[in-house]
């Protein structure tokens, strides 16, 4: 059976030239960097060498980047970290955050915090002019992210920063699914922290970084050594951050050419499940869209079911449908787009990447067309509908 | 996350479908996750059911606790088919993850539903 991975929005495979540039560090460079002996020289060596890079790649300075474990304490050290930083009691954020972001946010309400949740129009799109109009004396940062993980809809980051600039609010992005899927550079954007995450580029889980720009300093939500400058202690995932770079150099270097490759895969399968499907709705926005993302809602049917077929067949995909939250309730991000229940329970995301072929995109419409026949037959809102 | 037999129900759901000239018809939605169900049946003169069939829109374990309800109820009597519990329907099925037990709930207020239907004409 045909095997067909339309999820690299929740993660990708590791590549062998990452995986091999890694390996070194485990078992020959394996010393630790705050070591002042050769052994922690070495590791030393190589943990700058790989921040300079990264840093290279997103337009920052080596000395404002931060490693992690990842996207979400990179979100949450931005958070909590300026909350700890700057007297203000203000923050605002986005109706359609990742949770490493929006659970962030929820807590410091029960701290006390006000938080304001920004809407979006039916495509996912914050509006920039509603920013200005949040800020408030009190508040102390605006955190919105720069691609959303569910439906792909790019926001505009690059207008808030120079509102977020001119009342001198931090303003930070989560950026996790869009490095290595579009261009980033924290210059150009004018942000003042940005979240990568290397395991949605082909790098490992459990390494990510904040750029944090020179002049901004959140304050440290761990306590203990003093690596990366004393902002986020704990001795360095060498091998980690060794692979992030590469993966990061890799992504860079192919960026152009997968960006059209795969926004062709992306408009193919769009096209092929609207020519062969009838009452299907594309989640999203046309074009402020990453390049790998298809979001479509299958009216009549629920998603989890879709999932489960779809597996059946060789194909992994997922959805924004209640039952598969664990929490009974469907998306916020779909939800807060003005979706109806129905629809965000009938939601199917389907996320390309480097290895996808026209072939997978052909296989998957064709299967799902007959699944959804199948479901809809089996559907009493189909059916009341044809009665 | 399922047993085969979830899965199976799921994938070979029995008895599905609309039913022309059934006695009774049963249909709830769920307020806390959407899902539907409606089910139709079948019942002689001694109020036996002889038939039974289903519609889900939902998730595999609602689509196979609809299924295995069907199962459950063909050939008993309305008294003996009230007396089927969610328990009856999530142990024929193997068991339920936790946050898919409201959906073997479903499967028995259907059948309520539409026992209710059946009963008042
Ligand atoms: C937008 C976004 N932010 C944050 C994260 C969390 O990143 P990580 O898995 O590295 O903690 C993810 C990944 O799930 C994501 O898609």
Same mark, same amino acid.
Request: aromatic residues 12%; charged residues 25%; neutral net charge.
């Given at each position: 059976m045909r095997k067909v991975y339309l999820d690299h929005s929740a993660t990708t495979p590791v590549r062998k030239e990452v995986l091999e540039s890694m390996? +070194?560090?485990? *078992?020959?460079?394996?010393?630790?960097?705050?070591?002042?002996h050769q052994w922690g020289r070495t590791s030393r060596k190589a943990v700058e060498q790989a921040r300079e890079e990264i840093a290279q790649y997103i337009g920052a300075?080596? =000395?404002e980047i931060f490693f992690t474990s990842g996207g979400t304490e990179a979100d949450n050290l931005a958070i909590f970290g300026t909350v700890e930083a700057k007297k203000g009691m203000h923050i605002i954020t986005s109706s359609v955050e990742h949770h490493g972001v929006l659970d962030a946010c929820q807590y410091l309400e029960k701290q006390g915090y006000e938080v304001t949740y920004l809407p979006v129009n039916e495509y996912g799109q914050v509006n920039p002019e509603d920013v200005r109009k949040a800020? =408030? +004396?009190? *508040?102390v940062l605006v955190t919105i992210m720069y691609a959303n993980n569910e439906v792909g809809t790019i926001q505009p980051i690059k207008e808030i920063a120079s509102i977020t600039r001119e009342a001198g609010v931090w303003f930070h992005t989560d950026a996790v699914q869009a490095v290595g899927s579009i261009p980033v550079d924290v210059k150009d954007l004018g942000v003042d922290m940005l979240t990568l995450s290397a395991h949605k580029f082909y790098g490992p889980k459990g390494i990510g970084a904040l750029y944090v720009r020179k002049g901004v300093r959140p304050k440290p939500i761990t306590h203990g050594g003093g690596q990366e400058r004393k902002i986020r202690p704990g001795t360095e995932n060498v091998a980690g951050i060794m692979g992030m770079a590469k993966a990061l150099e890799l992504a860079i270097a192919d960026l152009d050419q997968n960006m059209k490759r795969i926004t062709g895969l992306r408009d193919r399968l769009i096209q092929g499940i609207r020519e062969n499907i009838p009452e299907v709705v594309l989640n999203g926005h046309a074009t402020a869209r990453l390049p790998g993302n298809v979001n479509m809602s299958f009216l009549y049917i629920e998603g989890e079911s879709l999932i489960l077929s779809l597996d059946m067949v060789g194909v992994a995909v997922s959805s924004g449908s209640a039952c598969t939250s664990g929490s009974l309730e469907p998306s916020h991000v779909l939800m807060n787009m003005g979706m109806d229940h129905q629809q965000a329970h009938g939601s199917l995301r389907m996320t390309l990447g480097v290895s996808t072929t026209a072939e997978d995109i052909d296989y998957v419409v064709s299967e799902l067309t007959q699944i959804v026949e199948k479901l809809r037959a089996m559907s009493p809102l189909y059916n009341s509908k044809n009665l | 996350m399922y047993t085969e037999k979830v899965m199976d129900h799921f994938q070979n759901?029995?008895?599905?479908g609309e039913m022309k000239n059934a006695d009774a018809v049963g249909e709830v939605g769920s307020i806390a996750c959407g899902d539907i169900m409606r089910i139709y049946l079948k019942v002689d003169e001694n109020d036996i059911i002889t038939d039974v069939s289903f519609k889900t829109f939902g998730c595999a374990a609602a689509v196979a606790s609809s299924s295995v309800m069907t199962e459950l109820v063909k050939g008993k009597s309305i008294d003996e088919a009230m007396r089927i519990t969610k328990k009856d329907i999530s142990d024929t099925l193997g068991g339920l993850p936790a946050p898919k037990v409201h959906c073997s709930i479903l499967a028995t207020e259907a059948l309520e539903e539409a026992i209710k239907n059946y009963q008042a004409k």
């Open positions: 390996l +070194p560090y485990f *078992t020959e460079a394996w010393g630790n960097p705050s070591s002042i300075e080596p =000395r800020l =408030r +004396p009190d *508040t | 759901p029995r008895n599905v």
